[in-house]
């Protein structure tokens, strides 16, 4: 059975549309987390195999037509606004203590919760495949997804409670 995104993520209401959900929490020492302050640690905490990873990646799906997020690059200064690019993620809304990362493709669509609320930081993933190709690059990537979203998570909480990622 699909993870099922706590009511007060802003993807919560549409859940029930992406075949693939996950989600996991950490601790946090901190009650609430500003989306600006979310998106930067997401950001700063992505170890270097995995910004490898994803070259890797890019190379790949760009001949399959799906988008690709170019080389990294410093992320932009906060304030953080509504349809910005963030390599491969678009920023798709932001609130008090959530931010939602994704992307539309003609393959899938894909959307990143990262929520922060009650000391919980929680990470949500949401994907809608929309043909064979997309489901076939789905079950290629879950095995590394779930490495990277396990090792995001625990990094992000540490920054999060001001340690060293």
Known sequence: MPAQLPASSA??????????????SRPVQRQTVGSDELIAAFHAVAPGWVDAL????????????????GPRQALPTPPFQLGQRLGVFRIIHLAPGEAVLGEDDRHLDFRVSLLCAAGQLR?????????????LYLASVLPFHHLISSVMIGRMARQLNREQP
């Open 11 to 24: 993807l919560s209401g549409e859940q029930e549309a992406y075949p693939y959900r996950d989600s996991a």
């Open 123 to 135: 990470v949500s993933t949401l994907v809608r495949p929309h043909n064979l190709l997309g489901w």
């Open 54 to 69: 994803m070259r890797v990646r890019d190379r790949l799906v760009g001949r399959c037509g799906l988008k690709t997020g």
